[in-house]
């Protein structure tokens, strides 16, 4: 009888890969003096959208992992979020810390109103902001967890083989107030997304559970009121189209009329016979 002792070692290679999509968004410009503006549509807020994929290199399976991504929410106690949403890819599973979820997911509506202090502060503009220059590049706040307070998002990743993964996208409407109140400043959204490996289906375990952390962030910027918002191809669509139909309607009520068919003036010739 020969007994041998063989060295069975368990190891697995995990990638968090992360994107911003898109990596920059550029804000509608606002004027406070105009009324018109303070009630601002769902459909022109700026949408942040982040993707965390966590993928299986192998050579071992994985059983169980937590996924947790940090995500900046209120900045002195003012929501920064107007409605979010979380979509799973595969075997994953996320929900976000009680404490927050009520106001980290708000409910839908047509319209996101600007606060009135928003709206006074046309009236208390802050000298010192108004002669800050454009886009300098000095002047980025970083919305981070550092600055702002943040909810955590936390997702079970069950069964993950070699080479599969499993990817979440969270999405953000930002609301305008605080974008609104420092005209003069660019912002960077900045989430964390963090996994640990806690159990692998074998009878041996690994020297060290794999883990990381990665962050991704999104540039904001101001458009001023020179950078006026494109028109939208739809709108240029409609109005050719209804220009079309505009003069195919006068057309037709003057054919109608009999102006096609009216009798034309002799010419010098026909007049001599």
Known sequence: VVLLKLLVQVMAKLVLR?????????????DLESPADVMVKNESLPTVQHTYELHNNGPSTISDAVLEVDWPADLHGNSLLFKSQIIPLGRINCTVNSSDAQNWVEPWSTMSPLSKSTESSRHNRNKRDISKPENSLENIFNMNCTS?????????????????????????????????????????????????????????????????????????????????????????????????LLVALVTFLFWKCGFFKRNLPPTETEGLL
């Open 148 to 244: 702002v307070t943040c909810v955590k998002i936390i997702c079970r990743v069950g069964l993950l083989e070699k080479e599969k993964g499993v990817a979440i996208n969270i999405q953000s409407q930002l609301k305008m107030e605080i974008f609104v109140k420092n005209r003069n400043q660019q912002f960077t959204f900045q989430s964390k997304g963090s996994f640990v490996v806690q159990e692998m289906p074998y009878k041996a375990k690994p020297v060290e559970y794999p883990r990381d952390t990665k962050m991704v962030q999104t540039l904001i910027e101001r458009s001023g009121p020179e950078q006026a918002m494109p028109v939208p191809t739809w709108c240029i669509v409609v109005a050719v189209l209804g220009g079309l």
């Open 18 to 30: 992360r994107a911003s999509l898109p990596e920059k968004i550029v804000l509608p410009y606002i």
